[in-house]
């Protein structure tokens, strides 16, 4: 390795390029190559560690202008060829070309250092991963990031297998391509400083365009480390912005990077990674909801995070979609509170998600009143005290989705090794480890917020607006409650909550409440200047029935307010079976309120109706972290929510 080291520092240096006197090339099996502060030296604030002229730089401009020693075994230039393939495949298949050329090669002193393509995993990211190591990331979204990855390349290499002279094609393997994206993924920047040195008409182009830095990418990653990128107009170069003291190894910043980054990209983790976190996936329904919204409203995307560098932004990683814009994909981090980069206690940890991504995703959880009366779009902040129902639902579904992924990952740990056995399963282990504490943490983050809003704290009142199914079996008024008690108890067997979810009854108790109190707020004839004969709702039901007649039409518009929506089969199934305990309940009271000639089946669909849109689906806040028995909850929105302007 020393050879190699020497010859490639003299080639860098006779191109132009340039280490800072104190800087030196080392290598160590666990490093690989990367520089150090010369012993006994110092590296000042503001000195430049690394500099690398445009003249070795490694890109699809050099296949532009010809560069290639013999022109053999790929189709070029790519300008105007007839079988087209993206600028970064193009550069895949030449940087195999190079590494195929040997010392023929221009670059062959800087091609040589690179990790060895010829060994059965040359780097150690999770397309080059066996059976054994994959066991580790079953369950996780690095699986699917994986899988994902490996399907594009697969389709870019073959489409690009094509430009190649027939007679080489088997010296271009699918292993070598593997090979030649990983190191691009991993080792690139992207070409946006190039505009200065390039046609115009390509500036827009130059972000999709990775350039291989020699010299450069010899920095590993710390994300402590504070550096400054920078293009000079002819050479690309890294300042150091904090002083070094000798034998210390100098890192680069890659930016922020969560562990499922770094592993796919880099193929190594960080321990107490700062920036860790949990993707989120919405769904494929969920998307085309807020891409249809967004484009409605004209919402815009959320902004970026700005980069450190002076003309070129961040290093590439894979290039996998992830933004959650267009892809429904976001992501949890946990915040620590104590500030030194420790996992806090759940009870005290903050959450933090890209942003936008709760305003975006709250979008996927409008219900058909929400979407028609066009709710202004709020981010639904964690501990809000504005409260809606749609918020709620959110924050709901998130709680959901955490728990859903932790229990992929659990279920997954079967067949498991119990330690991990080379350096590869070592960091997937730790982000299996990671992604479960990050899921539990946040799930049961929002869960304590969703109690303490409906009450569970002894110390924190309940929200009178949420109404669990417990609260429904003890809503006032008392004769309305025995009418309601004594239809549940009859028609579904119990007037345990409890019971009532985990027989899936908990809709239906909710459906034959809202029934019983329209039934209950409907005038009764009594003699002039009698009492009337039945007790007042409490004044937040009543408001919220006036809520609903409001968004939802009263009794002489049942049949044309949701015309739009016809019922489906499982619907009127349902309805039946209501209308039968709403008959069973008057047959056995005659005096029961549900005995009321209104107590029709189409009442009892419109109640299903009201009730699907306005409930959303919690986790179980009597639960433990896994607990999988989900609840419904039913918010008592206010007229005053919706009487903003659009």
């Known amino acids: 390795m020393s050879d190699k080291l020497d010859i490639f520092r003299d080639w860098f240096l006779k191109g132009g390029g340039r280490f800072c006197e104190h800087v030196k090339l080392r290598y160590d099996p666990h490093r690989n190559v990367h520089l150090r502060v010369e012993e006994g030296q110092r590296l000042e604030a503001g000195s430049c560690i690394v500099s690398c002229p445009h003249a070795l730089t490694l890109s699809q401009f050099n296949i532009r202008r010809g560069r290639s020693s013999n022109g053999d075994g790929l189709y070029s230039p790519v300008s105007d060829h007839a079988d087209p393939i993206t600028r970064l ?51 996780t979204s690095l699986e699917h990031s994986r899988r994902r990855t490996e399907e594009l390349w697969k389709a870019e290499y073959a489409q690009g297998l094509r430009t190649v002279r027939h007679s080489d094609r088997d010296r271009y393997t699918w292993h070598l391509y593997k090979w030649a994206a990983t190191i691009i993924a991993s ?26 830095l020699p010299g450069l990418d010899l920095l590993n990653h710390s994300p402590a480390a504070k550096v400054t990128w920078r293009w000079t107009g002819q050479a690309y170069c890294i300042d150091t912005e904090t002083s070094l003291p000798g034998g210390t190894e100098i890192f680069n910043n890659y930016a922020p990077k969560s562990n499922e980054e770094l592993i796919m990209g880099y193929g190594f983790s ?9 993707n989120i996936a919405l769904g494929a329904m969920a998307v085309a909801s807020i891409k249809d919204i967004s484009r409605r409203r004209n919402f815009a995307s959320p902004s970026k995070i700005p980069s450190r560098a002076k003309g070129f932004s961040s290093k590439t990683t894979m290039d996998v979609p992830l933004d959650h814009s267009s892809s429904g994909i976001g992501w949890v981090r946990l915040v620590p509170s104590s500030g030194d980069g420790s996992h806090p206690e759940t009870e005290n940890i903050q959450l933090a998600f890209p942003e936008g991504f709760l305003q975006q995703a709250s979008i996927a959880f409008f219900n058909t009143r929400e979407r028609l009366t066009g709710i202004p779009l709020r981010d639904a902040k964690i501990g809000s005290t504005e409260l809606t129902r749609n918020r709620l639902h959110t924050l709901s579904a998130i709680a959901l989705i955490l728990q859903k992924q932790s229990s992929e990952i659990i279920a997954s740990n079967v067949g498991l090794p119990r330690w991990p056995r080379n350096l590869r399963q070592f960091h997937a282990a730790r982000y299996r480890r990671g992604q479960l504490h990050i899921l539990r943490s946040a799930s049961s983050s929002i869960v304590a917020k969703l109690r303490r809003i409906a009450g569970l704290n002894p110390s924190s009142p309940r929200d009178k607006r949420i109404m669990r199914l417990e609260h429904v079996l003890k809503s006032p008024p008392k004769d309305f409650l025995c009418d309601f008690r004594a239809a549940i108890h009859h028609g579904l067997g119990t007037r345990d909550a409890e019971k009532l979810r985990q027989q899936d009854l908990a809709e239906s108790a909710f459906v034959l409440w809202l029934c019983g109190l329209w039934l209950w707020s409907l005038p009764t004839p009594r003699p002039e200047g009698q009492a009337p004969i039945r007790q007042k709702l409490p004044a937040r039901t009543a408001g919220w029935l006036a809520f609903v007649r409001t968004n939802y039409g009263d009794d002489s518009e049942i049949g044309t307010r949701w015309s739009a929506l016809p019922a489906s089969e499982e619907g009127r199934l349902l309805t039946e079976s209501h209308h039968c305990i709403v008959k069973a309940a008057a047959e056995k009271n005659p005096q029961s309120i549900y005995s009321h000639p209104e107590a029709t089946e189409d009442r009892l669909l419109w109640c299903l109706r009201v009730i699907r849109e306005e409930s959303f689906v919690s986790p179980n806040l009597e639960g433990k ?7 419904i909850i039913l918010f008592l929105e206010e007229d005053i929510t919706f009487t903003e302007a659009h």
């Open 270 to 278: 960080l321990f107490r990674n700062p920036s860790d976190h949990c």
């Open 187 to 212: 080792r690139s920047f992207p070409g946006t400083a190039l505009a200065s040195t390039h046609c115009l008409e390509e500036k827009g182009q130059l972000e999709a365009c990775p350039v291989l």
């Open 625 to 631: 972290v896994d607990d999988e028995t989900d609840e």
């Open 89 to 139: 495949s193009l550069l895949r298949f030449f940087l195999i070309e190079q590494y195929l050329l040997g010392e023929q090669s221009f670059w062959w002193p800087y091609i040589s250092l690179l990790p060895d393509p010829c060994s059965a995993c040359p780097v150690d990211t999770p397309l080059f991963y066996d059976e054994d190591d994959l066991k580790w990331i079953r369950g």
